[in-house]
């Protein structure tokens, strides 16, 4: 017995994931037992609301199902330990999960038993080890808060979205802002009345070059004069025509664009969406596992960034140093700022931890590539490059405006020339629309005239406002202050599952389902789905996190007026049938039109005739293309951990399948089959024939056109 204990760990850490389990067990040595407690222990129960509303809202805590055995290990290994310290998280989330394992090891919430890092480096998790504190009570008294009002939205109003419109239904505090937000921006695209305008373009000849000068009718004189008719803009081409185009005034200044601050939560899934074209789910998931640690060649499982749910855009001094140094030695010294950056972050941010950034600048992307899956890479890449970026110093561009006379119209041209480009030697963010790049101006003198080598009219009309994405409805639900870092990616990906929302290209786009929910939920829970109350809400549950506010209370103050809400909308609504989108796909057993259903896996075929016939089938895309194998169609189908793949549609009788899309056109070099490969800048084609090897990617932009982008 004395032989085993002399092997058994003096300290036993627990952390949420074995992954992280494997990188702090790596940094604190032998003499610390880590293990894993798979995230939450206990939460509700699935099966009933949970929260006795009579006794001052107390939640009802079990154990969760598949959880007994991680439990009993930690119990054991708890049981032989001199001293516990609880590493979950560094958040609310963390903290409760904390609390929960304390009362289930009996431990004393008040002794220095938890324990948190920003970042998994060895320097960060000894110290904290040394820097341990008692249980936060106010951060879980503010998880607790959520919990409970998040589960009496849903399990109060579920139930009458069941009974009155279809089972499988959910409404949630923070979903359902966020799917009216989507269904009154498609009511506005849908009401929208477009208005007819014209744009005039002169291309002017410039004196020994082969370019032209584009330039912009703006209007008579100096007043700005917009074209609603075709008579008008004929009227200005007319008066254009025939004439020189005079220099009149030229004015050059100096603009700058300052970098853009160090990632948070929400701005890295914004910028991964634009720039990678990654869901939220995806950023998140990516992003969790390079910070609890990666398996890098030559270091074992190591952490490359820091906690990634953070609203708060600051950075630690010593990083700063670091970053600072590597530019100067990278970049050279007039791309570091005299002083460092500093960023001011959002009004109500909650500051909490640092921004997200690497966790060592020593492990450079194209270091750690190889020991990298492809996402990873991509995302490091990104977080590391803007990191970087946010401590460089400012672009410097000069901005030229031409205003030139031409038989009483005006047009204008504007250009830029980068003086120094700062920052964007290393990054340019994403934007959600493409942005009209700006010449380079030669040079002019006022009183000089250029001859058109051609005027052109354009019929344009006012557009709709545009859809939401992934990455415009997170900053929307940033700005509104509703929900929080962690909850945007869950919030999108369970409207979507719902049925609610369609992703359509990266649009999101509300369905029948979602327009008819929102509406009921406008008409009978007009709170819950208000902005602005919702965003109070926020308000008042940080107060509890600050310890300005009882949960409780909280809890309190909402539950009486919407439980009569509850009562009445359960008895006013009337069941509403939502009739089924018919196909043009035959049953196969008995003949009727099948509809569309949706189901935990997304839309699929249904006999309309259930229960009498219960034919269903899946939905297939076929791709414009042939199977090289057999000439039959290819289906775009999707893996059982759902990565999209295509396969021919005479399987298994025709074995062919490509994870890449194939392309209609035969490599030019040896006939083979071509696939678009995805990627930055729209991705490339090549051959699957390795011998052959033929690649056509996209054309690069010269130094010129990257220098008007910046």
């Not at 004196?207 to 609603?228: I, M, N, Q, V």
């Not at 992003?287 to 600051?314: F, H, K, P």
Request: net charge positive; glycine share 6%.
């Amino acid at each position: 017995h004395l032989e085993v204990r002399a092997f058994m760990a003096e300290t036993l850490v627990i952390v949420e994931s074995p992954a992280k389990a494997k990188t702090i067990g790596k940094f604190l040595g032998s003499k610390y037992k880590v293990i894993a407690s798979n995230g939450h222990v206990r939460d509700l129960p699935k099966s009933q609301l949970g929260v006795d509303v009579e006794h001052n809202f107390t939640p009802k805590y079990i154990t969760l199902r598949g959880r007994g055995d991680v439990l009993e290990t930690i119990r054991r290994e708890a049981k032989n330990a001199k001293k516990i310290y609880l590493a979950t998280d560094p958040d609310m989330e963390g903290e409760a999960i904390s609390w929960h394992l304390a009362q289930i090891l009996k431990l004393d919430i008040d002794s220095k038993c938890r324990i948190e890092f920003n970042e998994i480096t060895a320097n960060t998790v000894k110290n904290s080890v040394k820097a341990a504190r008692a249980i936060d009570m106010n951060l879980v008294d503010a998880q607790q808060a959520r919990r409970v009002l998040d589960r009496l939205v849903g399990y109060k109003i579920s139930p009458i979205l069941w009974a009155k419109v279809r089972r499988g239904l959910s409404a949630g505090r923070v979903q359902s802002v966020a799917c009216r937000i989507l269904c009154d921006r498609e009511k506005e695209i849908m009401d929208f009345v477009p208005e007819e305008y014209w744009l005039i373009s002169a291309q002017l000849k410039i004196k020994g070059s082969r370019k032209h000068l584009p330039a912009k009718f703006y209007g008579y004189g100096d007043k700005r004069t917009e074209l609603h008719t075709q008579a008008e803009a004929e009227k200005v081409v007319e008066a254009s025509s025939g004439v020189p185009f005079q220099v009149t005034d030229i004015k050059v200044g100096e603009r700058t664009r300052h970098a853009p601050p160090p990632f948070t939560t929400s701005s890295l899934q914004q910028e991964a969406s634009r720039k990678l074209g990654f869901t939220t789910k995806l950023t998140m998931l990516i992003a969790q596992q390079l910070y609890e640690g990666v398996e890098i060649q030559g270091q074992g499982v190591t952490g490359l960034i820091t906690y990634i749910r953070t609203d708060s855009v600051r950075v630690a001094e010593e990083a700063q140093a670091q970053a600072r140094d590597y530019i100067a030695e990278t970049y050279g010294q007039p791309y570091v700022p005299a002083k460092p950056n500093v960023y001011k972050g959002r009004k109500g941010a909650q500051d909490a931890h640092e921004a997200i950034r690497p966790a060592s600048l020593l492990n450079r992307p194209q270091d750690v590539k190889a020991s990298l899956n492809n996402n990873q890479y991509k995302l490091y890449k990104l977080i590391f490059e803007r990191f970087l970026a946010s401590q460089m110093t400012e672009a410097r561009y000069e901005v030229s405006t031409v205003t030139l006379d031409a038989n009483g119209c005006t047009y204008r041209t504007t250009g830029s020339r980068t003086l120094f480009d700062g920052y964007t030697v290393l990054y340019t963010e994403g934007k959600d629309e493409a942005e009209e790049a700006e010449p380079t101006l030669p040079k002019l003198t006022v009183g000089e005239e250029l001859q058109a080598a051609s005027i052109d009219k354009e019929q344009k009309f006012t557009q709709a406002p545009p859809r939401y994405t992934e990455a415009s409805l997170v900053k929307l639900l940033e700005e509104k202050g509703i929900g929080r870092p962690s909850t945007y990616a869950p919030t999108i990906s369970t409207i979507i599952e719902r049925g609610y929302v369609q992703r359509e290209k990266k649009q999101l786009v509300p369905t029948e389902l979602g327009f008819v929910v929102t509406q009921l939920m406008k008409d009978n829970f007009k709170d819950i789905v208000d902005v602005k109350f919702t965003a109070d809400m926020e308000s008042k549950l940080d107060k509890v996190k600050d310890g300005e506010q009882e949960w409780t209370a909280v809890i309190n103050d909402f539950y009486g007026p919407f439980e009569k809400t509850v009562e009445k909308a359960s008895q006013s609504i009337e069941k509403i049938v939502i009739q089924d989108e018919v196909s043009d796909v035959p049953c196969d057993k008995c003949g009727a039109m099948m509809v569309y259903k949706m189901g935990r896996f997304g839309r699929f075929l249904a006999c309309p005739n259930f229960p009498a016939c219960r034919n269903t089938k899946a939905i297939v895309e076929k791709i414009d293309v042939p199977c090289p194998k057999c000439g039959a169609a290819l289906i775009k189908r999707k893996s059982k951990r759902g990565k999209v793949f295509y396969g021919c549609e005479r399987y298994p009788e025709c074995d062919f399948v490509s994870w890449d899309r194939p392309t209609k056109e035969k490599c030019p070099k040896c006939g083979g089959m071509m696939v678009h490969k995805m990627g930055q800048n729209g991705g490339y084609t090549l051959c699957t024939d390795k011998a052959c090897g033929y690649v056509v990617r996209p054309q690069k932009k010269d130094k010129e056109e990257k220098e008007n982008d910046g």
